[in-house]
Nanobody
Framework: QVQLVESGGGLVQPGGSLTLECVFS????????MNWYRQADGKQRELVAT???????NYSDSVKGRFTIFRDNGKNTVYLQMSSLKAEDTAAYYC?????????WGQGTQVTVSS
């Protein structure tokens, strides 16, 4: 059974940086496509960044050039490095793992961008 645990959220000023971590427990981390989603209050959950098993990446237009997703297969961890943060990046951020039709979610970590 796969479990995902996110950390690294917090309060940051506009223009600041933050790196989120998602630790994957279970087998086959390197087979999984890893995603970061976010959900702001009153809005639908949106896909922010994707990293496939062959290290292909994709980003939403709203974060492209500011966020970077990367993984460390030795630590079973995926990261979301966020820079030039804006108030509209405020949301709960969720880690997601997918492989062969199975999907798993973490509990989320809150990011608040405010002065």
């Amino acid at each position: 059974q796969v479990q995902l645990v996110e950390s690294g959220g917090g309060l940051v000023q506009p223009g600041g940086s933050l790196t989120l971590e998602c630790v994957f427990s279970g087998s086959g981390f390197h087979f999984h496509t890893m995603n970061w989603y976010r959900q702001a209050d009153g809005k639908q959950r949106e896909l922010v960044a994707t990293l496939t098993r062959d290290y292909s990446t994709n980003y939403s237009d709203s974060v492209k050039g500011r966020f970077t997703i990367f993984r460390d297969n030795g630590k079973n961890t995926v990261y979301l490095q966020m820079s030039s943060l804006k108030a509209e990046d405020t949301a709960a951020y969720y880690c997601n793992a997918r492989w062969l039709g199975d999907g798993y979610w973490g509990q989320g970590t809150q990011v608040t961008v405010s002065s």
